[in-house]
């Protein structure tokens, strides 16, 4: 789901990067007045942890390859502006180091999976959670946040991607950036992450969810009452 | 740090040993790339032609370590494993250092 350089015409990086840059400024603000420095060493893991299961490409044999984000627990257990922070540095890392993603696409993979997918998880998962504070509901709810938070996420950037045929073609007819339709794009970034990436993404943010609520569950932000918590 | 936090950076580190499997696992079962992340050799073979704007912009960035790779394209699987290793290590490490700092900066006192 990383976009690379020349897949986005600057119509729609140079927007998806003010768009990015607005939702950094909120979150700069609201970390200000919320965060207490006992989460600070909790957002620098939660980071090197988006970082690495990023790099677990998973195959879709005789196929192409997708990968979990991680920004799905992330926002439950420290809240989505904490996940916009954290996994946009980690973005932006991957793109300046090591080329995934490219840097004119900074803007539209932060907004995809740094500020959709947080929002995204959060809300399915206090939406599928209702008053529960454990149990069998819980635990669906963070495998839906999870699983729906990627395929949002995907979505978006198939969006991004099928919308660049209409936005510009050179004399030739021919599309000038990311080539696919929509027709296309949609169906091939939806369909791998539906299944299995998604699937991945809401076992992994079920299973660390289980295991936060056992060892640290002062620490999960979404079962908290973020009014006490924060 | 906490004991809950040792437990979980050695967690991380132990993921990070592993991260191969990312780069394996898709040999094994002959997947290709992510879909739209191909670069201008591939694409070219996809369409017959490159986009012009894509061209310009494809090489914009001359990253580092492009694709958590040393080895360059032709790595052999052994060095392409231990790149991503080293590069799994070096990112978690730039990457908790990054947001640190910021969150130091930002966190409140107290609590």
């Known amino acids: ?230 | 740090m906490t004991r809950f936090q040792k437990k979980l950076w050695i967690g991380l580190l132990i993921m990070a040993l592993l991260t191969p499997l990312g780069i394996l696992l898709p040999e094994k079962f002959n997947a290709g790339q992510a879909w739209g992340e191909w670069g201008i050799d591939k694409l070219e073979k996809l369409l017959g032609y490159v986009p012009e704007g894509l061209k310009e912009l494809a090489d914009f960035w001359k990253a580092p370590i492009p694709d958590y790779n040393f080895g360059g394209e032709g790595a052999s699987m052994a060095l392409q494993a231990i790149s991503y290793i080293a590069s799994g290590l070096l990112g978690i490490g730039v990457c908790a250092f990054a947001v640190f700092i910021i969150s130091r900066f930002m966190a409140k006192h107290g609590k």
């Open chain 1, 1 to 230: 789901m990383h976009i690379p350089d020349g897949y986005l015409s600057p119509q729609t990086y140079i927007p998806l990067y003010g768009v990015s840059f607005g939702f950094w400024a909120i979150a700069q603000k609201k970390l200000k007045k919320q965060l207490s420095l006992k989460h600070v060493p909790y957002l620098a893991m939660a980071a090197a942890f988006s970082f690495l299961i990023m790099m677990f490409n998973i195959p879709i044999p005789g196929g192409t390859t997708g990968h979990a984000v991680g920004a799905g627990i992330i926002a439950i257990l420290l809240g989505p502006w904490t996940a916009v922070l954290a996994v946009s540095v980690v973005l932006i890392i991957q793109a300046l180091l090591f080329g995934d993603g490219g840097i004119t696409a900074i803007g539209a993979n932060c907004f995809n999976m740094a500020v959709v997918m947080p929002f995204v998880s959060y809300w399915i998962f206090k939406l599928v959670k209702g008053k529960s504070v454990s149990g069998v509901r819980l635990a669906v709810a963070a495998f839906l946040a999870g699983y729906l938070s990627l395929v949002v996420a995907a979505l978006f950037a198939a969006v991004e991607f099928g919308i660049q045929p209409l936005i510009a073609t050179g004399a030739n007819g021919r599309p000038l950036y990311a080539p696919y339709p929509l027709s296309i794009a949609v169906p091939a970034m939806v369909l791998g992450h539906l299944f299995p990436f998604g699937i991945v993404e809401g076992l992994v943010t079920m299973l660390l969810l289980k295991y936060f609520l056992k060892h640290e569950p002062d620490l999960v932000y979404a079962v908290l009452d973020p009014s006490k918590n924060r």
